[in-house]
């Protein structure tokens, strides 16, 4: 198989990410938040935005499964949360590798808010904006992307591509 035609490269995502954080910084402005991962494929990208923020927070997990093996979503996302207890009376900030769809944002947005968050934003490496099933914008993002299948720096095809240091697109010839 070839490898992955390069689309960001590692530069290009550190200089981006160094950004993200200032902003995210400036819209908490000292007040602490939860900075809730979801796994796996946001590992990398919140790895680097977590050394970069100033701001106090709370590091959580969220799991979500929408892909399997494929390249397209299978069904609504499978999510695991964490302890209720955690997310209420806090402000959360959703970090997730790309906003594709947006149903896992907005299934973890809805749980977050029964369960009492006092506000939820989200904040993405990726925005892919043509596949949105509903319209929205995330509240932080790097880079849009086309609607291609992208993989590296966390994001994944079949698991396989997480530890690209950079942002590639898929073969075709793997999809
Ligand atoms: P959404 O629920 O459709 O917004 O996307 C949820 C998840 O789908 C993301 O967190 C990724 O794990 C995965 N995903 C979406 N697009 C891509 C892609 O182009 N490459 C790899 N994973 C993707
Ligand atoms: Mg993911």
Redesign the pocket.
Known sequence: MNAPAPLLTARQIEARIAQIAREVDRHYDGETFILLV?LK??VVFASDLMRQLRNPFELEFAR?R??GDSTG?EGS?NLVVPDPEKVADKHVLVV??????????LALKDWLLEHEALSVRGCFLLD?PT?RTAPMKPDFFGFEVPDV???GFG???AEHFRNLPFIGRLPEEAV
Not at 96 to 105: A, P, Q
Request: aromatic fraction near 12%; charged fraction near 25%.
């Open positions: 979801v494929g946001a979500s929408s892909y979503p996302p997730d590798d790309i906003l594709d769809t947006g149903n896992t944002f892919k596949r299948f992208v993989v994001l994944d095809h």
